[in-house]
T-cell receptor, first 117, second 109 residues
Framework: GAVVSQHPSWVICKSGTSVKIECRSLDFQATTMFWYRQFPKQSLMLMATSNEGSKATYEQGVEKDKFLINHASLTLSTLTVTSAHPEDSSFYIC?????????????FGPGTRLTVT | DAKTTQPPSMDCAEGRAANLPCNHSTISGNEYVYWYRQIHSQGPQYIIHGLKNNETNEMASLIITEDRKSSTLILPHATLRDTAVYYC??????????FGKGTRLHILP
């Protein structure tokens, strides 16, 4: 149980284009989802927190107009990288917390590797 | 800011117990100790968590000192598949996870 999937697992796009990454909780309802970014040999950095049906809360220094997050249902959140540039190339990982989850775990997706050329 | 201190790297021989320390001297009363690991190019995986009592599950054991200022994650019989970065995180149960730098564990054949 508690599986989180991401699609696509990797994507290559040209500079200036937009890319959408999907995050789904497969066997549970997630009221809260999180988006992280990880550069090579670095730790995960939290980008934003999204609650179903409301606007995402972005961490300091993360451009909300560049990284659009939509959490339209209890099982799906999307991250859209708009006007991507090579410096946006990174490993993007989503995480979900179960609705009413009493133990507080966050379940992580397998990640999406974005390369902007 | 990460509230924990972990050694940057550790080695452990395959088949032996891997003991990963974590210092969290400023832990608050409502904060739990969580451990996650990240195998290369994968998403983090939950391992175990505890508040003040020692905990054990099928993956590992968590030993928390009585003053709760430090803890140790124990992998009882390490295998090559346990090579990963291990993150010790302290947080209230429903708070977001902020990752520190973790410990890179190398299991040696």
């Amino acid at each position: 149980g508690a599986v989180v999937s991401q699609h696509p697992s990797w994507v290559i796009c040209k500079s200036g284009t937009s890319v959408k990454i999907e995050c789904r909780s497969l066997d549970f309802q997630a009221t809260t989802m999180f988006w992280y970014r990880q550069f090579p040999k670095q730790s995960l950095m939290l980008m934003a927190t999204s609650n179903e049906g409301s606007k995402a809360t972005y961490e300091q220094g993360v451009e909300k107009d560049k990284f659009l997050i939509n959490h339209a249902s209890l099982t799906l959140s999307t991250l859209t990288v708009t006007s991507a540039h090579p410096e946006d190339s990174s490993f993007y990982i989503c995480s979900a917390r179960e609705r009413g989850g009493g133990r507080g775990e966050q379940y992580f997706g397998p990640g999406t590797r974005l390369t902007v050329t | 800011d990460a509230k924990t201190t972990q050694p940057p790297s550790m080695d452990c021989a395959e088949g032996r117990a891997a003991n990963l320390p974590c210092n969290h001297s400023t832990i608050s009363g409502n904060e739990y100790v969580y451990w996650y690991r990240q195998i290369h190019s994968q998403g983090p995986q939950y391992i175990i968590h505890g508040l003040k009592n020692n905990e054990t599950n099928e993956m590992a054991s968590l030993i928390i000192t009585e003053d709760r200022k430090s803890s140790t994650l124990i992998l009882p019989h390490a295998t090559l598949r346990d090579t990963a970065v291990y993150y010790c995180i302290v947080r209230p149960r429903d708070d977001k996870i902020i990752f520190g730098k973790g410990t890179r564990l190398h299991i040696l054949p």
